[in-house]
């Protein structure tokens, strides 16, 4: 079966613009995470959604958000951009929230942002 | 914060079982040890978790020592494909704030 689909697979986008990244879960699961892996900082968890509401969320600040669709796709958007967002963005997707069985990555959305 | 300690790389020559350590000496009584790897340019891949006993899939085992302060990850023969970065994560009770909390994890270069 299909994996998680993240697109787009690369971005490029100027300082102060803003930026929307799609996720296409595994059929079937019905949580999205997003994280985001930079050389410095590692992975970080930016949140997860089950049922599009969020259900838990990280330690980064309020320009990142995203949402859910009702099918589980998930969207996240980085309003005024940062040179520090430059990152690979990554999204795994589950059966249900806090799924104990492990998430399935994609294989990212990788942002620059000049 | 991340609450393992993980050597910063291993090598493993092909054929052997490569056994990878993770310290994890504050970790509490609800807490899961869960293990991933991420072979470059890739996402994280999950490999196996446990709370107390030892585990043992298709992939991999994990021992958790008695008083549960440290584990080994072991691939009974390792592959070139699994040169790797694996990640050992102390994963918070349901409901914490967070998820799965990665640290800088061990880059496994298999060897022929």
């Known amino acids: 079966k299909a994996g998680v689909t993240q697109t787009p697979r690369y971005l490029i986008k100027t300082r102060g613009q803003q930026v929307t990244l799609s996720c296409s879960p595994i059929?079937?699961?019905?949580?999205v995470s997003w994280y985001q892996q930079t050389p410095g900082q590692g992975l970080q968890f930016l949140f997860e959604?089950?049922?599009?509401?969020?259900?838990n969320k990280g330690n980064f600040p309020g320009r990142f958000s995203g949402r859910q669709f009702s099918n589980s796709r998930s969207e996240m958007n980085v309003s005024t951009l940062e040179l520090g967002d430059s990152a690979l963005y990554l999204c795994?997707?589950?059966?249900?929230?806090?799924?104990?069985?492990?998430?399935?990555f994609g294989s990212g959305t990788r942002l620059t942002v000049v | 914060d991340a609450k393992t300690t993980q050597p910063p790389s291993m090598d493993c020559a092909e054929g052997r079982a490569a056994n990878l350590p993770c310290n994890h000496s504050?970790?509490?009584?609800?807490?899961?040890v869960y293990w991933y790897r991420q072979i470059h340019s890739q996402g994280p891949q999950y490999i196996i978790h446990?709370?107390?006993n030892n585990e043992t899939n298709e992939m991999a085992s994990l021992i958790i020592t008695e008083d549960r302060k440290s584990s080994t990850l072991i691939l009974p023969h390792a592959t070139l494909r699994d040169t790797a970065v694996y990640y050992c994560?102390?994963?918070?009770?349901?409901?914490?704030?967070?998820?799965?909390?990665f640290g800088k994890g061990t880059k496994l270069s298999v060897k022929p």
């Open positions: 795994a997707s589950s059966l249900a929230f806090w799924s104990d069985y492990g998430y399935t």
């Open positions: 059929s079937g699961h019905r949580s």
């Open positions: 959604y089950f049922s599009e509401t969020q259900r």
């Open positions: 504050t970790i509490s009584g609800n807490e899961y």
């Open positions: 446990g709370l107390k």
């Open positions: 994560i102390v994963r918070p009770p349901r409901g914490s704030q967070g998820n799965l909390i």
